[in-house]
T-cell receptor, first 111, second 116 residues
Framework: GQQLNQSPQSMFIQEGEDVSMNCTSSSIFNTWLWYKQDPGEGPVLLIALYKAGELTSNGRLTAQFGITRKDSFLNISASIPSDVGIYFCAGYETSGSRLTFGEGTQLTVNP | ETGVTQSPTHLIKTRGQQVTLRCSSQSGHNTVSWYQQALGQGPQFIFQYYREEENGRGNFPPRFSGLQFPNYSSELNVNALELDDSALYLC???????????????FGAGTRLSVL
């Protein structure tokens, strides 16, 4: 089935640094979502994007819906230790009910 | 706290056995989706239930089946368990049929299934 290509697979950064991760698809998506998953928990929604070109912020997090509708990125500014976790992009294609996920980006923040 | 609850939290089964996982959806949500998340991977869509009927299915064999009840809670049943079925099973609820925009899925904490 459709897969989202998410990169990087992992990141090791120092507290205070900014982080950027992205997601690409071979087909058009009409909704992009970014989730964070902590160990032993389910994914928690961070940001939802509904329109091509849309730029949305949630605190230190900013995400954009690519104008081609085939990509999205997530930026985290001034990282803190509690940002540690796995970040997933996910989206809905133009038709269908299934949410397709990327493989995740494992973020480690060193104090 | 999403309001989506799953039970049990952990389960150990042996190959060939059958298992039933349960999910209570968030208040006001009428759609439940199930996902399988293998270690180190993103969740993979199994199927979705809307108003007690299957509404979309991923690439999973028929031994994966489900139910949705009038109160919108749901069960995932897996027959003839295989070792590769070991994974975190996630349930997500949402408030509409799941076609595209503004349909946000809220996830439970999952059931960790180990097949020995």
């Amino acid at each position: 089935g459709q897969q989202l290509n998410q990169s990087p697979q992992s990141m090791f950064i120092q507290e205070g640094e900014d982080v950027s991760m992205n997601c690409t698809s071979s087909s058009i998506f009409n909704t992009w979502l970014w989730y964070k998953q902590d160990p032993g928990e389910g994914p928690v929604l961070l940001i939802a994007l509904y329109k091509a070109g849309e730029l949305t912020s949630n605190g230190r997090l900013t995400a954009q819906f690519g104008i081609t509708r085939k990509d999205s990125f997530l930026n985290i500014s001034a990282s803190i230790p509690s940002d540690v976790g796995i970040y997933f992009c996910a989206g809905y294609e133009t038709s269908g009910s299934r949410l397709t996920f990327g493989e995740g980006t494992q973020l480690t923040v060193n104090p | 706290e999403t309001g989506v609850t799953q039970s049990p939290t952990h389960l150990i089964k042996t190959r060939g056995q059958q298992v039933t996982l349960r999910c209570s959806s968030q208040s006001g949500h009428n759609t439940v989706s199930w996902y399988q998340q293998a270690l180190g991977q993103g969740p993979q869509f199994i199927f979705q239930y809307y108003r007690e009927e299957e509404n979309g299915r991923g690439n999973f064999p028929p031994r994966f089946s489900g139910l949705q009840f009038p109160n919108y809670s749901s069960e995932l049943n897996v027959n003839a368990l295989e070792l590769d079925d070991s994974a975190l099973y996630l349930c997500a609820s949402s408030s509409n049929r799941g076609f595209g925009a503004k349909n946000i899925q809220y996830f439970g904490a999952g059931t960790r299934l180990s097949v020995l």
